[in-house]
Protein backbone atom coordinates (compact mmCIF):
# COMPACT_ATOMS: atom_id res chain seq x y z
CA UNK A 1 0.00 0.00 0.00
CA UNK A 2 0.73 3.42 -0.18
CA UNK A 3 -0.33 6.89 0.91
CA UNK A 4 1.20 8.86 -1.60
CA UNK A 5 2.93 11.89 0.12
CA UNK A 6 1.66 13.64 2.78
CA UNK A 7 2.60 17.26 4.38
CA UNK A 8 4.48 17.31 8.14
CA UNK A 9 1.53 19.33 9.83
CA UNK A 10 1.72 17.69 12.90
CA UNK A 11 3.27 20.64 14.17
CA UNK A 12 0.28 23.67 12.44
CA UNK A 13 -2.01 21.30 14.30
CA UNK A 14 -0.33 21.46 17.56
CA UNK A 15 -0.48 24.79 17.77
CA UNK A 16 -4.41 24.80 16.92
CA UNK A 17 -3.95 25.17 13.17
CA UNK A 18 -6.99 24.59 11.41
CA UNK A 19 -6.73 22.39 8.18
CA UNK A 20 -7.96 21.99 4.46
CA UNK A 21 -8.16 19.04 2.18
CA UNK A 22 -6.27 19.76 -0.99
CA UNK A 23 -7.95 17.51 -3.69
CA UNK A 24 -4.94 18.22 -6.23
CA UNK A 25 -2.38 16.47 -4.01
CA UNK A 26 -5.26 14.14 -1.85
CA UNK A 27 -3.85 15.55 1.46
CA UNK A 28 -4.49 17.49 4.19
CA UNK A 29 -2.57 21.18 4.00
CA UNK A 30 -2.20 23.97 6.88
CA UNK A 31 -5.12 26.46 6.59
CA UNK A 32 -5.95 28.97 9.35
CA UNK A 33 -3.26 29.27 11.48
CA UNK A 34 -4.05 30.08 15.32
CA UNK A 35 -0.70 31.32 16.62
CA UNK A 36 2.32 33.48 15.02
CA UNK A 37 3.41 30.69 12.75
CA UNK A 38 4.01 29.91 9.22
CA UNK A 39 4.28 26.69 7.22
CA UNK A 40 6.30 26.41 4.33
CA UNK A 41 7.60 24.40 1.43
CA UNK A 42 6.79 20.24 1.37
CA UNK A 43 4.66 21.07 5.09
CA UNK A 44 2.13 22.92 3.25
CA UNK A 45 1.90 20.75 0.10
CA UNK A 46 4.92 22.25 -2.27
CA UNK A 47 6.92 19.41 -3.42
CA UNK A 48 8.86 20.17 -5.96
CA UNK A 49 12.72 21.97 -4.76
CA UNK A 50 12.60 24.79 -6.48
CA UNK A 51 9.05 25.56 -5.07
CA UNK A 52 10.17 24.85 -1.52
CA UNK A 53 12.91 26.75 -1.21
CA UNK A 54 11.34 29.88 -2.79
CA UNK A 55 8.46 29.40 -0.62
CA UNK A 56 10.47 29.24 2.43
CA UNK A 57 12.41 32.06 1.68
CA UNK A 58 9.17 34.15 1.85
CA UNK A 59 8.20 32.67 4.74
CA UNK A 60 11.24 33.66 6.64
CA UNK A 61 11.13 37.30 4.97
CA UNK A 62 7.76 37.60 5.90
CA UNK A 63 8.27 36.35 9.34
CA UNK A 64 11.21 39.22 9.47
CA UNK A 65 8.58 41.89 8.36
CA UNK A 66 10.38 42.04 4.90
CA UNK A 67 8.26 41.34 1.19
CA UNK A 68 11.78 40.34 -0.41
CA UNK A 69 11.17 36.94 -2.59
CA UNK A 70 14.09 34.79 -4.48
CA UNK A 71 13.88 32.81 -7.54
CA UNK A 72 15.58 29.35 -7.21
CA UNK A 73 16.21 27.16 -9.78
CA UNK A 74 16.39 23.30 -9.36
CA UNK A 75 16.02 20.23 -11.56
CA UNK A 76 12.19 19.20 -11.16
CA UNK A 77 11.34 16.84 -8.83
CA UNK A 78 9.03 13.93 -9.43
CA UNK A 79 5.67 14.62 -8.07
CA UNK A 80 1.82 13.74 -8.55
CA UNK A 81 2.33 10.20 -6.63
CA UNK A 82 -1.77 9.19 -5.94
CA UNK A 83 -2.26 6.88 -2.90
CA UNK A 84 -3.05 3.54 -3.08
CA UNK A 85 -5.20 2.46 0.10
CA UNK A 86 -4.71 -1.47 -0.67
CA UNK A 87 -2.25 -2.98 -3.34
CA UNK A 88 -4.32 -5.29 -5.78
CA UNK A 89 -3.42 -8.40 -5.27
CA UNK A 90 -3.96 -11.96 -7.13
CA UNK A 91 -4.69 -14.02 -4.31
CA UNK A 92 -7.77 -14.48 -2.03
CA UNK A 93 -8.35 -10.82 -1.08
CA UNK A 94 -10.24 -12.37 2.11
CA UNK A 95 -7.49 -13.86 3.52
CA UNK A 96 -4.84 -11.32 2.18
CA UNK A 97 -3.24 -8.93 5.04
CA UNK A 98 -3.33 -5.36 4.30
CA UNK A 99 -1.19 -3.81 6.63
CA UNK A 100 -2.36 -0.22 7.51
CA UNK A 101 -0.37 0.53 10.48
CA UNK A 102 2.88 -1.31 10.52
CA UNK A 103 3.31 -0.59 14.47
CA UNK A 104 0.59 -1.56 15.67
CA UNK A 105 -0.10 -4.55 13.16
CA UNK A 106 -3.87 -3.15 12.02
CA UNK A 107 -5.12 -4.55 8.62
CA UNK A 108 -7.62 -2.58 6.24
CA UNK A 109 -9.50 -5.60 7.24
CA UNK A 110 -9.25 -4.53 10.92
CA UNK A 111 -10.41 -0.92 9.78
CA UNK A 112 -13.84 -2.32 7.74
CA UNK A 113 -14.73 -4.05 10.51
CA UNK A 114 -14.33 -1.19 12.94
CA UNK A 115 -17.35 0.74 10.27
CA UNK A 116 -19.50 -2.43 9.98
CA UNK A 117 -19.03 -2.54 14.65
CA UNK A 118 -20.91 1.06 14.02
CA UNK A 119 -17.64 3.14 14.36
CA UNK A 120 -18.54 6.01 12.03
CA UNK A 121 -15.81 8.70 14.14
CA UNK A 122 -12.24 8.70 13.11
CA UNK A 123 -11.38 8.98 16.74
CA UNK A 124 -13.17 5.99 17.52
CA UNK A 125 -11.81 3.75 14.96
CA UNK A 126 -8.78 5.16 15.91
CA UNK A 127 -9.67 3.71 19.85
CA UNK A 128 -11.39 0.45 18.55
CA UNK A 129 -8.45 -0.82 16.29
CA UNK A 130 -5.45 1.17 17.47
CA UNK A 131 -4.05 2.73 14.03
CA UNK A 132 -2.55 5.57 14.37
CA UNK A 133 -1.59 5.05 18.11
CA UNK A 134 1.85 4.10 17.68
CA UNK A 135 5.02 6.30 18.39
CA UNK A 136 4.93 7.21 15.19
CA UNK A 137 1.42 8.63 15.74
CA UNK A 138 -0.29 7.74 12.82
CA UNK A 139 2.92 9.34 9.49
CA UNK A 140 2.54 6.35 7.65
CA UNK A 141 -0.44 5.65 8.69
CA UNK A 142 -3.09 7.79 9.02
CA UNK A 143 -4.16 8.50 5.60
CA UNK A 144 -4.41 5.12 4.60
CA UNK A 145 -7.12 4.48 7.49
CA UNK A 146 -8.87 7.48 6.52
CA UNK A 147 -9.31 6.57 2.70
CA UNK A 148 -10.58 3.39 3.77
CA UNK A 149 -13.33 4.71 6.25
CA UNK A 150 -14.17 7.23 3.35
CA UNK A 151 -14.82 4.42 1.14
CA UNK A 152 -16.60 2.06 3.40
CA UNK A 153 -18.91 5.06 4.32
CA UNK A 154 -18.86 6.15 1.02
CA UNK A 155 -18.10 9.76 2.11
CA UNK A 156 -15.49 12.23 0.72
CA UNK A 157 -12.76 12.09 2.60
CA UNK A 158 -13.11 15.88 4.08
CA UNK A 159 -16.24 14.71 5.44
CA UNK A 160 -14.49 11.92 7.65
CA UNK A 161 -12.06 14.24 9.18
CA UNK A 162 -8.98 13.84 10.99
CA UNK A 163 -7.50 12.53 14.69
CA UNK A 164 -5.81 15.00 16.76
CA UNK A 165 -2.49 15.25 16.41
CA UNK A 166 -0.33 15.05 19.72
CA UNK A 167 2.46 15.81 20.84
CA UNK A 168 5.90 14.91 20.60
CA UNK A 169 6.14 14.83 17.08
CA UNK A 170 9.22 13.06 17.24
CA UNK A 171 9.15 10.08 19.54
CA UNK A 172 11.41 10.92 22.73
CA UNK A 173 13.23 7.76 24.59
CA UNK A 174 12.49 7.31 28.07
CA UNK A 175 16.41 8.51 28.67
CA UNK A 176 15.59 11.82 27.73
CA UNK A 177 12.11 12.34 29.69
CA UNK A 178 14.10 10.94 32.67
CA UNK A 179 17.31 13.18 31.83
CA UNK A 180 18.97 13.49 34.88
CA UNK A 181 16.46 11.58 37.10
CA UNK A 182 18.96 8.62 37.61
CA UNK A 183 21.65 6.80 39.85
CA UNK A 184 22.11 9.04 42.74
CA UNK A 185 19.91 12.16 41.55
CA UNK A 186 17.20 9.52 41.14
CA UNK A 187 16.04 9.51 44.45
CA UNK A 188 17.62 12.71 45.93
CA UNK A 189 18.85 12.46 49.42
CA UNK A 190 18.28 15.54 52.20
CA UNK A 191 21.37 16.07 54.33
CA UNK A 192 21.66 18.10 57.68
CA UNK A 193 24.39 20.83 58.32
CA UNK A 194 25.97 18.04 60.93
CA UNK A 195 26.52 15.18 57.96
CA UNK A 196 29.79 16.15 57.03
CA UNK A 197 30.79 16.29 60.95
CA UNK A 198 28.88 13.00 60.93
CA UNK A 199 31.33 11.52 58.36
CA UNK A 200 34.74 12.44 59.61
CA UNK A 201 33.78 11.17 62.88
CA UNK A 202 32.84 7.48 60.98
CA UNK A 203 29.65 7.72 61.47
CA UNK A 204 27.51 4.89 59.13
CA UNK A 205 23.87 6.04 57.20
CA UNK A 206 20.75 4.90 56.93
CA UNK A 207 18.22 6.53 54.65
CA UNK A 208 15.32 7.98 56.87
CA UNK A 209 12.37 9.28 54.62
CA UNK A 210 14.02 11.62 52.73
CA UNK A 211 16.86 11.95 54.41
CA UNK A 212 20.40 10.86 55.27
CA UNK A 213 20.53 10.18 58.83
CA UNK A 214 23.48 8.71 61.23
CA UNK A 215 22.94 5.66 62.75
CA UNK A 216 25.44 4.52 64.92
CA UNK A 217 28.93 5.83 65.25
CA UNK A 218 31.23 2.57 65.47
CA UNK A 219 34.69 2.67 67.14
CA UNK A 220 37.32 0.53 66.11
CA UNK A 221 36.65 -2.96 65.66
CA UNK A 222 32.58 -2.55 66.90
CA UNK A 223 29.96 -3.63 65.43
CA UNK A 224 26.58 -2.56 65.05
CA UNK A 225 25.32 -3.69 68.32
CA UNK A 226 28.83 -2.98 70.39
CA UNK A 227 28.62 0.90 69.58
CA UNK A 228 25.04 1.06 70.32
CA UNK A 229 25.23 -0.87 73.20
CA UNK A 230 28.18 1.44 74.42
CA UNK A 231 25.97 4.82 73.17
CA UNK A 232 23.26 3.87 74.91
CA UNK A 233 25.12 3.48 78.47
CA UNK A 234 27.10 6.38 77.19
CA UNK A 235 23.82 8.85 77.16
CA UNK A 236 21.87 7.43 80.55
CA UNK A 237 25.49 7.50 82.76
CA UNK A 238 26.53 10.81 81.11
CA UNK A 239 25.84 13.02 78.05
CA UNK A 240 24.70 12.39 74.61
CA UNK A 241 24.87 14.81 71.25
CA UNK A 242 22.13 13.38 68.42
CA UNK A 243 21.36 15.54 64.80
CA UNK A 244 17.59 16.41 65.33
CA UNK A 245 17.84 18.69 62.40
CA UNK A 246 15.16 16.07 60.32
CA UNK A 247 12.24 16.75 62.64
CA UNK A 248 9.61 18.27 60.29
CA UNK A 249 9.41 21.76 61.48
CA UNK A 250 6.40 24.11 61.36
CA UNK A 251 5.44 27.74 62.32
CA UNK A 252 1.87 28.49 62.76
CA UNK A 253 1.19 32.30 63.39
CA UNK A 254 -1.80 34.36 63.45
CA UNK A 255 -4.84 35.80 65.67
CA UNK A 256 -6.47 32.22 65.58
CA UNK A 257 -3.35 29.97 66.02
CA UNK A 258 -4.71 28.67 69.25
CA UNK A 259 -7.86 27.86 68.17
CA UNK A 260 -6.55 26.59 65.24
CA UNK A 261 -4.26 24.22 67.04
CA UNK A 262 -7.42 23.10 69.08
CA UNK A 263 -9.11 22.04 66.06
CA UNK A 264 -6.11 19.76 64.70
CA UNK A 265 -4.94 18.26 67.78
CA UNK A 266 -6.65 16.11 70.29
CA UNK A 267 -5.39 17.92 73.32
CA UNK A 268 -6.07 21.31 74.43
CA UNK A 269 -3.78 24.56 73.46
CA UNK A 270 -5.60 27.55 74.23
CA UNK A 271 -4.25 27.53 78.23
CA UNK A 272 -0.27 26.23 77.09
CA UNK A 273 1.16 29.30 78.06
CA UNK A 274 4.00 31.00 76.31
CA UNK A 275 7.27 29.31 77.13
CA UNK A 276 5.89 26.29 77.50
CA UNK A 277 6.20 22.70 75.26
CA UNK A 278 3.57 20.24 75.23
CA UNK A 279 3.64 16.66 73.34
CA UNK A 280 0.82 16.33 70.87
CA UNK A 281 -1.15 13.81 68.66
CA UNK A 282 -2.64 14.83 66.02
CA UNK A 283 -5.62 12.10 64.54
CA UNK A 284 -6.84 11.68 60.57
CA UNK A 285 -10.90 11.94 59.86
CA UNK A 286 -11.09 8.19 60.88
CA UNK A 287 -9.47 8.48 64.09
CA UNK A 288 -6.39 7.18 63.51
CA UNK A 289 -3.13 8.37 64.68
CA UNK A 290 -1.27 10.33 61.81
CA UNK A 291 1.48 12.10 63.36
CA UNK A 292 2.81 13.17 66.66
CA UNK A 293 5.59 16.18 68.12
CA UNK A 294 6.31 18.70 71.06
CA UNK A 295 5.04 21.60 69.58
CA UNK A 296 6.42 24.87 72.05
CA UNK A 297 4.29 28.06 72.43
CA UNK A 298 6.39 30.80 71.16
CA UNK A 299 4.17 33.79 72.11
CA UNK A 300 0.07 33.95 72.08
CA UNK A 301 0.28 33.80 68.24
CA UNK A 302 2.68 31.92 67.37
CA UNK A 303 3.66 27.87 67.88
CA UNK A 304 6.52 26.54 67.15
CA UNK A 305 5.02 22.90 65.92
CA UNK A 306 7.40 19.76 65.54
CA UNK A 307 6.32 16.77 63.02
CA UNK A 308 8.06 13.06 62.75
CA UNK A 309 10.77 13.08 60.37
CA UNK A 310 8.80 11.37 57.17
CA UNK A 311 5.70 13.01 58.08
CA UNK A 312 6.76 16.60 57.66
CA UNK A 313 5.16 17.06 54.06
CA UNK A 314 1.86 15.12 55.29
CA UNK A 315 1.65 17.34 58.13
CA UNK A 316 1.68 20.14 56.60
CA UNK A 317 -0.46 19.55 53.48
CA UNK A 318 -2.91 17.98 56.04
CA UNK A 319 -3.09 21.67 57.87
CA UNK A 320 -3.20 23.36 54.57
CA UNK A 321 -6.60 21.64 53.25
CA UNK A 322 -8.13 21.74 56.66
CA UNK A 323 -6.96 25.80 57.01
CA UNK A 324 -8.12 26.60 53.33
CA UNK A 325 -11.34 24.41 52.83
CA UNK A 326 -12.82 24.08 56.51
CA UNK A 327 -11.86 27.02 58.33
CA UNK A 328 -10.83 29.82 55.85
CA UNK A 329 -12.66 32.01 58.52
CA UNK A 330 -9.58 31.43 61.06
CA UNK A 331 -6.67 34.33 60.57
CA UNK A 332 -3.72 31.48 60.61
CA UNK A 333 -0.36 31.50 58.70
CA UNK A 334 1.57 28.34 57.90
CA UNK A 335 5.26 28.13 57.58
CA UNK A 336 7.67 25.04 56.63
CA UNK A 337 10.33 25.61 58.65
CA UNK A 338 12.01 22.35 58.58
CA UNK A 339 15.53 23.67 56.73
CA UNK A 340 15.26 26.68 58.31
CA UNK A 341 16.19 25.90 62.10
CA UNK A 342 18.69 22.85 62.99
CA UNK A 343 18.27 20.90 66.09
CA UNK A 344 20.76 19.38 68.43
CA UNK A 345 20.02 17.11 70.78
CA UNK A 346 22.05 17.06 73.92
CA UNK A 347 20.84 14.18 76.41
CA UNK A 348 21.95 12.86 80.03
CA UNK A 349 22.67 13.33 82.78
CA UNK A 350 25.40 15.88 82.16
CA UNK A 351 23.56 17.25 80.04
CA UNK A 352 22.79 20.97 81.92
CA UNK A 353 26.84 21.57 82.71
CA UNK A 354 27.94 21.01 79.28
CA UNK A 355 25.61 23.90 77.69
CA UNK A 356 25.63 25.87 81.40
CA UNK A 357 28.91 27.78 79.88
CA UNK A 358 27.73 28.33 76.02
CA UNK A 359 24.36 29.62 77.20
CA UNK A 360 23.42 33.56 77.47
CA UNK A 361 20.31 34.70 78.26
CA UNK A 362 18.66 31.77 80.05
CA UNK A 363 18.46 30.45 83.48
CA UNK A 364 19.22 26.30 83.31
CA UNK A 365 17.62 25.88 87.00
CA UNK A 366 15.42 23.23 86.77
CA UNK A 367 12.84 25.67 88.64
CA UNK A 368 13.24 27.99 86.21
CA UNK A 369 13.46 25.79 83.25
CA UNK A 370 11.50 22.59 83.97
CA UNK A 371 10.70 19.64 81.51
CA UNK A 372 8.83 20.78 78.48
CA UNK A 373 9.53 24.31 78.66
CA UNK A 374 10.93 26.62 76.01
CA UNK A 375 13.62 30.08 76.70
CA UNK A 376 14.75 31.61 74.20
CA UNK A 377 18.56 33.41 74.38
CA UNK A 378 21.59 33.13 72.45
CA UNK A 379 23.87 29.93 72.86
CA UNK A 380 27.47 30.24 71.40
CA UNK A 381 26.44 33.87 70.79
CA UNK A 382 23.76 32.45 68.18
CA UNK A 383 20.58 32.71 68.60
CA UNK A 384 18.47 29.87 70.12
CA UNK A 385 15.24 28.22 70.60
CA UNK A 386 15.95 25.78 73.34
CA UNK A 387 13.57 23.20 74.37
CA UNK A 388 13.65 21.32 77.43
CA UNK A 389 12.75 17.84 76.30
CA UNK A 390 13.96 14.89 76.10
CA UNK A 391 13.54 11.49 73.67
CA UNK A 392 15.61 9.80 75.86
CA UNK A 393 13.80 9.82 79.26
CA UNK A 394 16.83 11.90 80.49
CA UNK A 395 17.71 15.14 81.70
CA UNK A 396 17.70 16.82 77.64
CA UNK A 397 17.97 19.79 75.67
CA UNK A 398 17.05 20.62 71.75
CA UNK A 399 19.01 23.18 71.30
CA UNK A 400 17.23 25.22 67.83
CA UNK A 401 19.46 27.58 66.10
CA UNK A 402 19.36 28.80 62.51
CA UNK A 403 21.20 25.99 60.41
CA UNK A 404 24.11 28.37 59.06
CA UNK A 405 25.14 28.16 62.35
CA UNK A 406 24.35 24.85 63.11
CA UNK A 407 27.99 22.99 62.33
CA UNK A 408 29.62 25.41 64.50
CA UNK A 409 27.19 25.67 67.67
CA UNK A 410 27.79 21.27 66.80
CA UNK A 411 31.14 21.69 67.16
CA UNK A 412 31.25 24.18 70.33
CA UNK A 413 28.98 21.96 71.90
CA UNK A 414 30.52 19.02 71.37
CA UNK A 415 34.50 20.26 72.75
CA UNK A 416 32.50 21.79 75.75
CA UNK A 417 31.33 18.02 76.72
CA UNK A 418 34.46 16.02 75.74
CA UNK A 419 35.41 16.87 79.50
CA UNK A 420 32.49 15.17 80.57
CA UNK A 421 32.47 12.26 78.08
CA UNK A 422 30.25 13.23 75.85
CA UNK A 423 29.10 10.38 72.99
CA UNK A 424 28.06 11.41 69.54
CA UNK A 425 25.15 8.87 68.98
CA UNK A 426 23.19 7.76 66.09
CA UNK A 427 19.05 7.00 65.37
CA UNK A 428 19.60 2.80 66.18
CA UNK A 429 20.75 4.41 69.96
CA UNK A 430 17.53 6.76 69.45
CA UNK A 431 15.41 3.84 68.90
CA UNK A 432 16.62 1.87 71.83
CA UNK A 433 16.73 4.45 74.51
CA UNK A 434 12.91 5.87 73.63
CA UNK A 435 12.12 1.65 73.50
CA UNK A 436 13.04 1.85 77.27
CA UNK A 437 10.95 4.31 78.28
CA UNK A 438 7.97 3.22 75.74
CA UNK A 439 7.41 6.26 73.87
CA UNK A 440 5.93 5.51 70.39
CA UNK A 441 7.00 5.86 66.84
CA UNK A 442 4.07 6.93 64.28
CA UNK A 443 4.56 4.09 61.46
CA UNK A 444 6.01 1.73 63.80
CA UNK A 445 3.94 1.33 66.91
CA UNK A 446 1.16 2.96 64.66
CA UNK A 447 0.26 1.67 61.32
CA UNK A 448 -2.95 3.37 59.96
CA UNK A 449 -5.58 1.73 62.13
CA UNK A 450 -4.08 2.43 65.74
CA UNK A 451 -6.61 5.05 67.91
CA UNK A 452 -5.08 7.26 70.89
CA UNK A 453 -6.67 4.39 73.42
CA UNK A 454 -4.81 1.92 71.54
CA UNK A 455 -1.49 3.02 72.45
CA UNK A 456 -2.42 4.25 75.95
CA UNK A 457 -2.95 7.95 74.82
CA UNK A 458 -6.42 8.58 75.64
CA UNK A 459 -5.84 10.31 78.68
CA UNK A 460 -4.46 13.07 76.83
CA UNK A 461 -7.99 14.30 75.23
CA UNK A 462 -10.00 16.53 77.98
CA UNK A 463 -13.98 15.29 78.31
CA UNK A 464 -14.56 19.38 77.80
CA UNK A 465 -12.51 19.59 75.13
CA UNK A 466 -14.02 21.01 72.03
CA UNK A 467 -14.27 18.86 68.41
CA UNK A 468 -11.19 18.12 66.78
CA UNK A 469 -10.28 16.07 63.39
CA UNK A 470 -10.84 12.41 63.73
CA UNK A 471 -13.16 13.30 67.03
CA UNK A 472 -16.49 11.57 65.79
CA UNK A 473 -14.70 8.66 64.58
CA UNK A 474 -13.38 7.56 68.23
CA UNK A 475 -17.01 6.84 69.09
CA UNK A 476 -17.71 4.50 66.38
CA UNK A 477 -18.63 0.78 67.38
CA UNK A 478 -15.56 -0.88 65.94
CA UNK A 479 -12.90 1.98 67.52
CA UNK A 480 -14.98 1.44 71.01
CA UNK A 481 -15.15 -2.18 70.93
CA UNK A 482 -13.30 -4.14 73.50
CA UNK A 483 -10.33 -7.04 72.07
CA UNK A 484 -8.77 -4.07 69.80
CA UNK A 485 -5.42 -4.60 69.82
CA UNK A 486 -3.17 -2.49 72.26
CA UNK A 487 0.45 -1.56 72.90
CA UNK A 488 2.14 -3.50 75.85
CA UNK A 489 5.80 -4.37 76.43
CA UNK A 490 7.34 -8.34 75.69
CA UNK A 491 9.87 -9.80 77.70
CA UNK A 492 11.49 -13.01 76.75
CA UNK A 493 11.70 -16.24 79.09
CA UNK A 494 15.47 -16.29 77.17
CA UNK A 495 16.43 -12.55 78.18
CA UNK A 496 18.56 -12.93 75.40
CA UNK A 497 16.86 -13.51 72.87
CA UNK A 498 16.36 -10.23 70.69
CA UNK A 499 12.85 -11.02 69.28
CA UNK A 500 12.02 -10.21 65.69
CA UNK A 501 10.19 -6.98 64.89
CA UNK A 502 7.00 -8.06 62.64
CA UNK A 503 7.11 -11.35 64.48
CA UNK A 504 3.21 -12.72 65.10
CA UNK A 505 2.23 -13.25 68.60
CA UNK A 506 -0.38 -16.12 69.18
CA UNK A 507 -1.81 -17.63 72.83
CA UNK A 508 -1.69 -21.33 71.95
CA UNK A 509 1.19 -22.97 70.13
CA UNK A 510 -1.03 -26.00 70.08
CA UNK A 511 -3.94 -24.71 68.30
CA UNK A 512 -4.22 -25.92 64.31
CA UNK A 513 -3.17 -24.15 61.57
CA UNK A 514 -3.95 -21.24 60.26
CA UNK A 515 -3.08 -19.95 64.01
CA UNK A 516 -5.23 -17.50 65.42
CA UNK A 517 -3.02 -14.75 65.46
CA UNK A 518 -2.91 -11.81 68.67
CA UNK A 519 -0.94 -8.94 67.08
CA UNK A 520 2.74 -8.39 66.53
CA UNK A 521 5.99 -6.78 67.79
CA UNK A 522 6.46 -2.91 66.63
CA UNK A 523 10.06 -2.71 68.12
CA UNK A 524 12.12 -4.52 69.56
CA UNK A 525 16.14 -4.45 70.48
CA UNK A 526 18.86 -5.69 72.85
CA UNK A 527 19.15 -3.15 75.97
CA UNK A 528 22.26 -2.57 77.68
CA UNK A 529 21.40 -0.90 80.30
CA UNK A 530 18.54 -2.93 80.97
CA UNK A 531 20.65 -6.09 80.85
CA UNK A 532 18.18 -7.87 78.39
CA UNK A 533 16.09 -7.84 75.11
CA UNK A 534 12.65 -5.92 75.16
CA UNK A 535 10.29 -5.85 72.87
CA UNK A 536 7.12 -3.47 72.15
CA UNK A 537 4.10 -5.09 70.71
CA UNK A 538 0.13 -4.19 69.44
CA UNK A 539 -1.50 -7.35 71.14
CA UNK A 540 -5.18 -8.03 71.09
CA UNK A 541 -6.93 -7.13 74.32
CA UNK A 542 -3.21 -6.58 75.27
CA UNK A 543 -4.02 -4.49 78.78
CA UNK A 544 -6.38 -7.05 80.28
CA UNK A 545 -3.15 -9.66 79.90
CA UNK A 546 -0.71 -8.36 81.93
CA UNK A 547 1.24 -10.71 83.71
CA UNK A 548 -0.11 -13.36 81.06
CA UNK A 549 2.18 -15.80 78.51
CA UNK A 550 2.09 -15.35 75.03
CA UNK A 551 4.02 -17.22 72.44
CA UNK A 552 6.31 -15.13 69.19
CA UNK A 553 6.86 -16.59 66.38
CA UNK A 554 10.81 -16.84 65.57
CA UNK A 555 12.91 -18.60 62.98
CA UNK A 556 13.07 -21.77 64.32
CA UNK A 557 9.39 -21.77 65.74
CA UNK A 558 8.47 -20.13 68.97
CA UNK A 559 9.61 -18.40 72.23
CA UNK A 560 7.02 -17.65 75.09
CA UNK A 561 7.25 -14.21 76.54
CA UNK A 562 5.38 -12.44 79.24
CA UNK A 563 3.53 -9.48 78.76
CA UNK A 564 4.64 -6.10 80.56
CA UNK A 565 3.64 -2.80 80.50
CA UNK A 566 5.45 -0.88 77.62
CA UNK A 567 8.57 0.88 79.90
CA UNK A 568 11.37 -1.16 81.34
CA UNK A 569 13.96 1.78 81.72
CA UNK A 570 12.67 4.40 85.24
CA UNK A 571 9.27 3.53 85.54
CA UNK A 572 8.71 6.71 87.99
CA UNK A 573 10.35 8.95 85.29
CA UNK A 574 12.51 10.55 88.06
CA UNK A 575 15.44 11.12 85.85
CA UNK A 576 13.57 13.06 82.73
CA UNK A 577 13.01 15.89 85.84
CA UNK A 578 16.27 16.12 87.46
Known amino acids: MSGGWTPAVHLFSQSRGKLRYDDAIDAFVPNISAQAERSAGAARGAYDLAACVNDGFAAGAAAAGSDERQEVRATPTLTGFQPVRIMPTDANPTKVRAFVDYQNDVTAKDIKLAVREGFQSIEHVKRYTTTGMATDQGKTSNMNALGIVAGQLDKALPAVGTTTFRPPYTPVTFGALVGPARHALFDPIRTTPIHEWAQAHGALFENVALWRRAWYFPKAGEDLHEAVARECKAVREGVGIFDASTLGKIEIVGRDAAEFMNRLYINPWTKLA?????YGLMLKEDGYILDDGVVA?????????????GGAARVLAHMEDYLQTEWPELEVFLTSTTEQWAVIALQGPKARAVIAPLVDGIDLSPEAFPHMAMRTGTICGVPTRLFRVSFTGELGFEINVPADHARAVWEAVFEAGRAHGITPYGTETMHVLRAEKGYIIVGQETDGTVTPDDVGMAGMIPKAKGDFVGKRSLARPDVVAS?????????????GLVLDEGAQIVADTAQPIPMRMLGHVTSSYWSANCGR????????????????????????????????????????????NA
Open 274 to 278: PGRCR
Open 483 to 495: GRKQLVGLMTDDP
Open 533 to 576: SIALALVEGGRERMNGHLHVTTPDGFTRVTVCEPVFFDVQGERI
Open 297 to 309: RVSDECFHVTTTT
